[in-house]
């Protein structure tokens, strides 16, 4: 616990979906914290609501936390001395501990139906009371229960909230109170036996000796909850595990970020080719500082720098324009070996190669004339594919770029020059040209080899120019171009 010397932080997602970029960061500082000081970073899958949390998305938190480098200590396929790590396969614990609590009596059976409830709720709202639970059940009489039991109702299990308040330290936001005529009597598990978050992420989070719990500020009212269930628990205040609730990761409309207002999903970011150490880089620096400015840090600089009061309290706000050069940056440190390895999945799926030696070959090749034009490693494919495609054609919306006179003619010249050059290498071929048509016809060079681009790459968009025609070799060069004048 907190006075032990280890650290020991959880992850702890929901998986009804893809990974969202609020729970990657939660992930991120967890992992990173626990780098920082030697500590634990344990994975755990929260996957009592069966009908949402299925296998397929428990299998891709598990591969995303993966491709994003955040190895974990204890969890899935991992294991370790506290597990297991699902709490689908917890549910006798919880039943135990639940069980417990209503034998020490800080828990009751609660009869009430749910119309019962909202009945009692709209009276409080009617009376400019707080509506919360009101008690009914915590002394039934006898009569009562057997009427209640004759019924056939299924009560749930609700814990008692003491008179008072509730007041932590979190470590970020400092000392935070809770009156609890605002946090009424909670409940732990469902009528069908089923227990609810509050009761089995609190009991998980002691049996597994978590010391510091740093989640989103979502769950901060939840909080006084939880200590409610480690005083039922036996814990004394000291030995609560540190609380540190994250700020909000809001959109561009300053609005909690959600599919309204910005892509949430690590899924959509890796399809299009955003690099793992560029999500993770960006992440960090969304409530969290390294100082001087900085913002290039390498996972191991996280792992140094990363403290928790350098987090902020105020919300952060997620900028694809901020993300987007950061991974232009991360791509151009990457080595020929290891970009080809990472653009190749793209090329293949998006058809342009088939991934055999002669095709990686050249596009290794082509990937120095690009590295310091792409933002992206799904660009790579516009870029590359005028060398591989087998029926080649102008885009249409670039062909008005050749088709006026003054581009015909400079076509013209450039396939003249072409035909009669020796040697066909880029300084060649950039020598011919820029003689022919800057020197002799005295045209500016977006005049001169704007129209040739297009010609040979498809594209206004394309490797430099004169690297590109070498590389696609003087027969295509030389017929598409003439294609293009005779059109």
């Not at 909670?186 to 509050?198: A, E, I």
């Not at 949430?264 to 969304?286: H, K, M, Q, T």
């Not at 790579?380 to 770029?401: C, G, H, N, R, Y």
């Amino acid at each position: 616990m907190p006075n032990s010397k280890e650290v020991r932080v959880r992850f702890a997602p929901s998986p009804t979906g893809d990974l969202h970029v609020g729970n990657i960061r939660t992930a991120l500082f967890d992992w990173a914290y626990a780098r920082h000081t030697g500590g634990k970073f344990v994975f755990r899958i929260e996957d009592t609501d069966t009908e949402r949390v299925t296998d397929e998305y428990i299998s891709r938190a598990v591969e995303t936390l993966k491709w994003l480098g955040l190895d974990w200590d204890e969890g899935p396929e991992v294991g370790g001395p506290y597990g297991p790590y699902l709490q689908s396969q917890r549910m006798d614990i919880y039943a135990e501990w639940a069980q417990r609590f209503l034998d020490q009596g800080d828990a009751y059976y609660c009869y009430c139906s749910s119309e019962e409830l909202e009945a009692r709720r709209e009276a409080q709202r009617a009376a400019n009371v707080a509506p919360g639970y009101d008690g009914k059940c915590r002394s039934l009489s006898e009569a009562e229960l057997s009427a209640f039991i004759s019924e056939g109702r299924k009560p749930v299990v609700r814990m008692r909230m003491p008179d008072g308040e509730t007041t932590f330290t979190d470590l970020i936001r400092g000392e935070v109170t809770f009156d609890h005529n605002f946090v009424p009597d909670f409940v732990l598990v469902r009528g069908d036996g089923s227990p609810l978050y509050t009761l089995a992420v609190a009991v998980d989070d002691v049996l597994m000796k978590i010391s510091h719990v740093l989640r989103g500020e979502d769950l901060l009212s939840s909080t006084p909850r939880q200590i409610r269930v480690y005083q039922a628990m036996g814990l004394s205040d000291a030995d609560f595990p540190h609380f540190a609730h994250l700020p909000f990761v809001m959109g561009q409309d300053n609005a909690k970020l959600s599919k309204r207002n910005g892509e949430v999903s690590i899924a959509w970011y890796r399809d299009r080719g955003f690099l793992p150490e560029a999500i993770c880089n960006y992440l960090a620096l969304l409530g969290w500082s390294p100082g001087e400015d900085r913002e290039n840090v390498s996972m191991k600089e996280l792992t140094e720098l990363f403290t928790v009061e350098r987090v902020h309290s105020s919300p952060a706000r997620f900028d694809m324009k901020k993300l987007e050069p950061i991974n232009g940056d991360k791509i151009r440190e990457l080595d020929l070996d290891d970009l080809l390895s990472r653009v190749t999945p793209f090329l293949i799926k998006d058809g342009v190669i088939a991934g055999t030696d002669d095709q990686l070959a050249l596009v290794r090749l082509t990937l120095p004339l690009i590295q310091e034009r792409i933002a992206t490693l799904a660009e790579v494919t516009a870029m590359v594919k005028f060398l591989f495609v087998t029926d080649f054609a102008i885009e249409e919306s670039e062909q008005p770029k050749i088709a006026d006179a003054q581009s015909q003619s400079v076509l013209q010249a450039a396939l003249d020059t072409l035909n009669s050059v020796s040697q066909w290498d880029h300084a060649t071929i950039e020598a011919a040209l820029r003689e022919t048509l800057i020197a002799g016809l005295a045209l500016k060079p977006r005049i001169a080899f704007g129209p040739i681009r297009v010609a040979v790459t498809g594209s206004h968009i394309s490797p430099p120019l004169f690297e590109s025609m070498e590389l696609l070799g003087r027969e295509r060069s030389l017929e598409r171009i003439a294609a293009a004048v005779q059109k």
